[in-house]
């Protein structure tokens, strides 16, 4: 498909097609909330409801003797989330909701970093075909299969976990508390007295206060969902790039070397791959739970 040819994409019609996502309409911004990846939201869902099946269904059919080996697994895993969320929340009874969303967080993001193994063409070449049937142009059915490489979706995540820390401070702290600590921290606090002075240096330093505050709620959701878009984006990218030395296999001794760097390219690529989609669950689950624990936190 990313040969040179009168029929055949170039590289660069071949890249830009496998990274145009199939939604409702193109975005006139930067942001544009108005924008909907069907493709996204579809993986998104389905990969959560084959997440929670098989959670279920291994929590259906758990025993107490020798387990099996999905059994053993789920439960290393459990084990594991749990084991992390008592060094981080040393509230009991908050690590008891925490624990269970950091294990769905992280078996849910692992799902759909795993997309990312796939053949870049198979799914795209399938759904050209059912658009195909449809009447219309091949050419025009656009489809990406990662979710997380797509900013909406890893930034979707980390507003959510921002919305769980802000109802952690006020669930911990009380609302007149974190008011309170939104004013006060990180700089300090001005004693008020009869002088006007105190009263200005109240004020000023209470909205320096505020600002950082604020802004640190803001840096740590873009940095917790960029840095999942960035890796599982560069992740899709790259085995774009090793797909185009498949599409350049020719019957000459170029041709043939081609096809063969693709395929230990490939294979190399997909290896490694393996523990970077582990490893930016792992990381996203992380943060969760210790952006979770700084609400609990007082200053």
């Given amino acids: 498909m990313a040969a040179e040819s009168h029929d055949a994409p170039s590289a660069g019609q071949y890249i830009v097609h496998h990274l145009t996502h199939w939604g409702n309409t193109e975005a006139t911004g ?6 909907v990846h069907w493709d ?16 279920w269904l291994v929590a259906r059919k758990v025993t107490s003797g020798v387990p099996g080996r999905l059994q053993a697994a789920v439960e290393f895993l459990v084990e594991m989330v749990d084991r992390e969320a008592k060094g981080i929340i040393h509230n009991e009874r908050s690590r008891r909701l925490v624990a269970p969303m950091a294990l769905t967080v992280f078996v849910w993001v692992t799902l759909l970093n795993t997309m990312d193994l796939l053949p870049v063409d198979l ?29 909406s979706v890893s930034m979707g995540l980390s507003i959510a976990v921002l919305l769980a820390c802000l109802i952690y401070n006020v669930k911990i702290k009380g609302l007149g508390g974190w008011a309170h600590e939104l004013i006060v921290a990180p700089f300090g606090n001005v004693k008020l007295t009869a002088n006007p002075l105190s009263w200005l240096a109240f004020i000023a330093l209470a909205t320096a206060n505020f600002a950082m505050q604020w802004l640190e709620f803001i840096s740590k959701t873009i940095s917790h969902g960029m840095r999942l878009y960035g890796n599982m984006y560069a992740g899709e990218l790259i085995f774009l790039l090793i797909a185009l030395l498949g599409g350049a296999f020719t019957l000459s001794l170029s041709g043939v070397l081609l096809a063969l760097a693709h395929i230990v390219a490939g294979t190399g690529w997909a290896i490694f791959h393996i523990l970077i989609i582990i490893l930016q669950a792992y990381v996203f689950m992380m943060l969760t739970m210790v952006y979770i624990g700084q609400a609990h936190d007082k200053h």
Avoid: N
């Avoid at 579809?42 to 929670?52: E, R, T």
């Avoid at 075909?129 to 489809?143: F, I, R, S, V, W």
């Fill in 123 to 151: 799914l795209p070449a399938i759904w050209q075909e059912l658009y195909k049937l449809t009447g219309h142009d091949p050419a025009h059915a656009y489809m990406r299969v990662v979710p997380t490489a797509d900013i």
């Fill in 30 to 35: 930067l942001i544009d909330f108005s924008v």
């Fill in 40 to 55: 996204s939201v579809l993986y998104s869902v389905l990969l959560g409801a084959l997440g929670c099946w098989v959670m």
